[in-house]
């Protein structure tokens, strides 16, 4: 197992932590409760503003295969996906989870297959399911019978 320490300056709550696999290697990329996006090198702790997404705090945030960054926040009325410019760190806001399963919200994990299939979990009712890349649209699979197990 890996440990990685990170030195802080005064209080950050991390909302979302992704080692990226695809844009270099020693990277993590890291979204903030202030809504903003950074690079932590893993071998020094060193972080780096990308830039702030312009939108609300990711709950969280995955890489597809293809080096296309999406994140999860609060939408309206529910959880919705955004597309975050892994340059910038602005995010363009893709849809709701729609139509409202379970009215999920408070999605704590989102994490894409082998397949570059999205999957969402966590929501504050258990629920666990997949998200259309290109609507924000979601599917339940089912219910893991805990709320913010993400």
Not at 50 to 59: E, F, I, L, N, Y
Not at 64 to 90: C, H, K, M, Q, R
Not at 110 to 115: A, G, M, V, W
Request: proline residues 3%.
């Amino acid at each position: 197992m890996t440990c990685l320490c990170i030195r802080t300056v005064g209080t950050v709550v991390l909302a979302g932590l992704l080692l990226d696999r695809l844009v270099g290697a020693g990277e993590l990329y890291v979204s903030d409760d202030n809504a903003n996006l950074w690079i932590v090198d893993t071998v020094t702790g060193n972080a780096d503003l990308v830039g702030t997404t312009g939108r609300k705090a990711m709950h969280d945030i995955a890489f597809s295969s293809g080096a296309e960054l999406f994140g999860v926040s609060d939408g309206f009325g529910a959880d919705a996906l955004y597309n975050i410019n892994p340059t910038t760190g602005a995010a363009a806001y893709i849809g709701d989870f729609s139509p409202p399963l379970f009215g999920i919200q408070g999605t704590s994990a989102l994490e894409f297959d082998r397949t570059d299939k999205l999957f969402f979990a966590g929501d504050w009712f258990g629920g666990y399911g997949t998200v259309n890349t290109e609507t924000g649209e979601a599917a339940a699979l089912g219910n893991l019978g805990l709320g913010f197990p993400g």
